[in-house]
């Protein structure tokens, strides 16, 4: 099956400090992109909606200006956490669908942040 | 808009015993159905999907799920459980008119196998 591989993995960083988070579908190209975010014990939110060479699409509630998206090519978005706070904390999870087959989204391994 | 809802947020089952993880949902147009599992610390992975055709669906690792439209549900059933099947399982929606990608999730079910 197809594969979306997201990196990091883990991260930590201080507080006030950026992180970027990749998410790169490995073999086949994905115009559209979906990052979420899942709070311990709980379910995955969308965030936003990630199209290839175009402004991301926010869910209600989510800042934009704190969580910068981009998707500048059919393999590859990426998802800035701007002056990271400790509310931040949580694990990323990404997903892309593939272009031609659109009946299954591909989930990346996820990314725990920890903002201290 | 859609929603689902997973009845049972934690499950314990006895090994080798089977098992029924619930789920409806709620939607004004037709839609796509699955159910993904996510072990400690990992992203997500697709049991198995139902998109239209016959109601009952087979996945990997030995589960099943029936759509049944009358009562807006798509549990999912496993006959015999096995250790590794500890996990958290999500059962989610998507719209086809607007991309079967874009997914609602309902808010999880722990499976835990008790040996």
């Known amino acids: 099956g197809a594969v979306v591989s997201q990196h990091p993995s883990r991260v930590i960083c201080k507080s006030g400090t950026s992180v970027k988070i990749e998410c790169r579908s490995l073999?086949?190209?994905?115009?559209?992109m979906f990052w979420y975010r899942q709070f311990p014990k709980k379910s995955l939110m969308l965030m936003a909606t990630?199209?290839?060479?175009?402004?991301?699409?926010?869910e209600q509630g989510v800042e934009k200006d704190k969580f910068l998206i981009n998707h500048a090519s059919l393999t590859l978005s990426t998802l800035t956490v701007t002056s990271a706070h400790p509310e931040d904390s949580s694990f990323y999870i990404c997903?892309?669908?593939?272009?031609?087959?659109?009946?299954?989204?591909?989930f990346g391994q996820g990314t725990r942040l920890t903002v201290v | 808009a859609q929603s689902v809802t997973q009845l049972d947020s934690q499950v314990p089952v006895f090994e080798e015993a089977p098992v029924e993880l619930r789920c409806n949902y709620s939607?004004?147009?037709?839609?796509?159905l699955f159910w993904y599992v996510q072990y400690p610390n990992q992203g997500l992975q697709l049991l198995l999907k139902?998109?239209?055709?016959?109601?009952l669906v087979k996945g990997i690792n030995g589960f099943e799920a029936e759509f049944n439209k009358s009562q807006t549900s798509f549990h999912l059933r496993k006959p015999s459980v096995h250790i590794s099947d500890t996990a958290e399982y999500f059962c989610?929606?998507?719209?086809?008119?607007?991309?079967?990608?874009?997914?609602?999730f309902g808010t999880g079910t722990r499976l835990t196998i008790i040996p």
């Open positions: 997903s892309a669908s593939d272009r031609v087959v659109r009946t299954e989204a591909f």
């Open positions: 073999d086949f190209q994905a115009t559209t």
């Open positions: 990630s199209n290839e060479g175009s402004k991301a699409t926010y």
């Open positions: 939607s004004s147009v037709s839609v796509y």
């Open positions: 139902y998109l239209s055709g016959s109601t």
């Open positions: 989610a929606v998507s719209d086809p008119g607007f991309g079967n990608e874009k997914l609602t």
